[in-house]
């Protein structure tokens, strides 16, 4: 299984920022502190915000 690096958007805010695929930690917006993403054992649970593109 790849993993690789996720262009994403917040909702809330529509920050963009890039994250890694299979983060192990919650993710929080930089600018409005909304919760991106949740650890979820393997990939990331994607939260608070919308994939952009994918980054290799």
Same mark, same amino acid.
């Given at each position: 299984?790849?993993?690789?690096? !996720?262009?994403?958007? %917040?909702?809330? %805010?529509?920050?963009?920022?890039? @994250?890694?695929?299979?983060?192990? #930690?919650?993710?929080?917006? =930089?600018? %409005? /502190? *909304? #919760?991106? #993403?949740?650890?979820? =054992? /393997?990939? *990331? *649970? !994607?939260? /608070?915000?919308?994939? @952009?593109? #994918? !980054?290799?």
């Amino acid at each position: 299984m790849p993993s690789n690096f !996720l262009k994403v958007s %917040c909702r809330d %805010c529509s920050n963009e920022c890039v @994250i890694f695929s299979r983060a192990t #930690t919650m993710i929080s917006c =930089g600018v %409005c /502190g *909304a #919760t991106l #993403t949740n650890p979820a =054992g /393997g990939k *990331a *649970a !994607l939260v /608070g915000c919308n994939v @952009i593109e #994918t !980054l290799e």
